[in-house]
């Protein structure tokens, strides 16, 4: 093979990108400043000051960027707890204070 296959209509991770193209890119930088809003008391002043990613020499780079990664397929990963684990030394569980040491057995996809 001569190099790398491209299949038309199929992102880098092999999905479709027909579900993803939808998004408008405005969205997620409006998300993203509103996030930074309510999270770190950030002003308009403050996320369009020059430099900022929001600023005017610098908004057309992020849209963009939003734009590929509303376009690029989102992976969920899930850790469930399956179970919890006491130490057993010589008959008895350790730590009779209430600070058993506790192992954590779980899957993570």
Do not use: W
């Not at 408008?24 to 509103?34: A, E, F, K, R, T």
């Amino acid at each position: 093979m001569d190099g790398p296959v491209a299949v038309a209509g199929v992102n880098s991770n092999g999905l479709s990108n027909s579900l993803h193209s939808a998004i408008d890119p405005q969205l997620v930088v409006d998300y993203l400043s509103n996030i930074l809003r309510a999270t770190l008391g950030a002003t308009e002043n403050d996320l369009k000051v020059a430099g900022s990613l929001f600023g005017s020499e610098k908004i057309s780079e992020t849209i963009q960027r939003c734009s590929r990664f509303a376009q690029d397929a989102q992976a969920a990963s899930i850790c469930v707890e399956k179970e919890v684990v006491e130490e057993v030394v010589n008959g008895d569980i350790t730590g009779d204070t209430g600070n058993s040491p506790q192992q954590h057995v779980g899957d993570f996809n």
